[in-house]
Nanobody, 118 residues
Framework: QVQLVESGGGLVQPGGSLRLSCTAS????????MGWYRQAPGNERELVAS?????????ADSVKGRFTISRSGARNSVTVDLQMNSLKSGDTAVYYC??????????WGQGTQVTVSS
């Protein structure tokens, strides 16, 4: 089992920046991909960005050029950061971390609120 702990959400003005972090601990040896999803009220959960063990990234068109995903690892943990710049009101959502395992299982974090408002 993997524990995903997220941090970094909050309130920011339009045009501002936030950095989200997600640290996975526990059964991290078979994680091959990690990423961030978001869900705004009334909307479906959508992929924002993901990054594989090899460093291959997948970034949603809606955030390309503004958001950057990166990954770092230690022996028993993996951290994925989402740097969010030039934030817009449309980026307001709950952001969730997700880990994919070889074999097909996934784990989700508890979610962190990002609010972009003046």
């Amino acid at each position: 089992q993997v524990q995903l702990v997220e941090s970094g959400g909050g309130l920011v003005q339009p045009g501002g920046s936030l950095r989200l972090s997600c640290t996975a601990s526990g059964r991290v040896f078979d994680i091959y991909d990690m990423g961030w999803y978001r869900q705004a009220p009334g909307n479906e959960r959508e992929l924002v960005a993901s990054i594989t063990n090899a460093g291959t990234t997948n970034v949603a068109d809606s955030v390309k050029g503004r958001f950057t995903i990166s990954r770092s690892g230690a022996r028993n943990s993996v951290t994925v950061d989402l740097q969010m710049n030039s934030l817009k009101s449309g980026d307001t959502a709950v952001y969730y971390c997700r880990a994919w395992h070889y074999g097909g299982s996934t784990d989700w974090g508890q979610g962190t609120q990002v609010t972009v408002s003046s």
